[in-house]
């Protein structure tokens, strides 16, 4: 078979030949004639309801730089899929795309070429018969059978004998060799990263911020790339003063939260079916989210008279959750949000709630219409500011193969700008909380420190603010999935002088 040679005697995987070229007479075809193949051959499917849906997102990813949580649940609708299905097809297409990096790396070596010189449908196949294989509990022949089924009845024919070859070649060795094989003459912590599908950029960051350096990495930085490499439970939070956290967990069925008073957890389900979230008493977040907003509520503010703004309020789950809160104080909250479609997020979110949403730019206050901010400034002021995502990567499995290192310093500036503004429209001794969904030391500890600096702000001590959450000495909190369960956010308190 063309690509591939027989195992080794040794019993590890046998070595491929970089540049090797495929005799089975399979070609790269043009995109619009593949697009218009695959169109049609589709339509038919290849008799696997479960792995036609799975194959049919990840080509929209690959191919069209979808969102696999925008377009499965959609896709898993229009075939019917209910049930154990929708789970082993969450499963597969969440895990396919977390792994993409290691999977490559094994197909690449069982190809005996790089994995650019193979056609994207094929390669899409590939990564996940390959993560069957490799990750999962399904009969290595069913794993074959249905990628090479999948090819055929999407245009490339000519390419099933391949891409049996590949697979089966795959099964002729355990994950453990792979792993062994793929990571081998890798430096330690490149074969960490590549071992729990990291890119090695990545896994540097996560060392830095967890301590740790080239020469000695942290400790901690392999439990950390493992909890990312996992599926996480979904978390719902409890609307403040609508339902308690414990209504919540009985009528759901969930588990109540470890660190937030109004935290859910939920092991499988589509929260999106729940009555309590149907009916604007919970909403899906992170226990880390919740986290942050509570630090908001919670700081002292002398004299708050209730005015509050969230600066970067889309899509608007803490809005709401600060808004429900503010019900009950008899506050307002004034969310700002420069994307219009995000902004009718926030109004969607926050409807019956005490909130005013503006669309505008949150660095320039003063040149948003309708802005009425008050003249001697907020009381409370959250800034939970675009970034890299790399605290969310378990939640959005295809992000960290589409990040650059080269991302962070655009970021960098504009969560200073929006750091500044805040805190410039913030009330003498009242309060500006910066987060993001990141660890990385240059969009969290710097930006706080050298923005406090600058302004005059003092940094207050944020993890007094969340009481009983382990591994947190302050002033900042920096949350991790292999310690509290969260994405790994962190946040700051800074009040104005």
Request: net charge negative; hydrophobic share 40%.
């Amino acid at each position: 078979m063309a690509g591939f040679r027989a195992r080794s005697t040794s019993g590890e995987p046998p070595k491929g030949r970089p540049g090797q070229k495929s005799n089975s007479g399979y070609r790269r075809r043009s995109e619009s004639h593949r697009q218009e193949y695959e169109d049609k051959q589709s339509a038919k499917g290849s008799g696997d309801r479960v792995r036609d849906v799975v194959f049919g997102v990840l080509r929209q990813v690959s191919s069209q730089d979808a969102y696999a949580n925008l377009v499965l649940p959609g896709a898993m609708k229009k075939a019917g899929l209910t049930g154990r299905d929708a789970a082993f097809a969450t499963e597969l297409t969440y895990g396919t795309l977390r792994a993409q990096g290691l999977l490559d790396a094994v197909i690449a070596e069982a190809a005996g070429r790089p994995v650019g010189k193979i056609d994207e449908t094929v390669l899409d196949a590939l990564r996940l018969g390959t993560y069957q294989i490799l990750r999962t509990r399904v009969d290595d022949h069913a794993a074959v059978n249905t990628t090479v089924e999948l090819v055929k009845a999407n245009g490339e024919e000519k390419a099933a004998g391949f891409t049996n070859g590949v697979l089966r070649r795959i099964t002729r060795s355990t994950p453990q060799q792979w792993l062994d094989t793929v990571t081998g003459g890798l430096e330690p912590l490149a074969a960490l990263a590549l071992r729990h599908a990291h890119p090695v950029w990545i896994a540097e960051v996560f060392n830095e911020a967890l301590g740790g350096t080239a020469e000695e990495p942290a400790g901690e930085l392999e439990d950390a790339l493992t909890a990312d490499d996992r599926r996480p439970l979904v978390h719902l939070a409890a609307r403040p003063g609508q339902i308690s956290a414990e209504e919540l967990a009985l009528v759901t069925g969930g588990e109540e939260g470890r660190w937030s008073p109004y935290a859910v957890y939920l092991s499988e389900g589509d929260p999106g079916k729940l009555e309590p979230v149907q009916e604007g008493l919970a909403s899906v977040q992170d226990e880390g989210s919740q986290l942050i907003a509570l630090a908001m509520l919670r700081a002292e503010v002398a004299d708050d008279r209730g005015r509050w703004l969230d600066l970067c309020s889309g899509p608007g789950g803490k809005t709401a959750f600060l808004a429900s809160w503010a019900m009950g104080d008899g506050a307002r909250v004034d969310a700002v949000e420069p994307a219009e479609h995000r902004a009718e997020l926030v109004r969607q979110a926050t409807r019956g709630l005490p909130v005013s949403v503006h669309v505008g730019d949150g660095r320039e206050l003063a040149g948003i219409n309708g802005l009425n901010a008050p003249d001697a400034g907020y009381d409370r002021v959250l800034v939970d500011a675009p970034c890299t995502g790399l605290g969310a990567l378990r939640r959005r499995p295809e992000a960290r193969w589409r990040k650059s290192p080269d991302d962070v310093a655009s970021l960098v500036s504009l969560q200073r700008d929006l750091l500044r503004s805040a805190l410039a429209a913030t009330r003498p001794g009242g309060v500006t909380v910066y987060s993001t969904c990141s660890p990385h030391p240059a969009e969290t500890t710097e930006v706080a420190r050298a923005v406090a600096e600058e302004t005059g702000a003092s940094i207050e001590d944020a993890a007094a603010l969340v009481p009983g959450l382990t591994h947190n000495d302050g002033p900042f909190v920096q949350l991790w999935p292999h310690r509290h369960g969260t994405d790994a956010m962190f946040f700051a308190v800074l009040r104005r002088s």
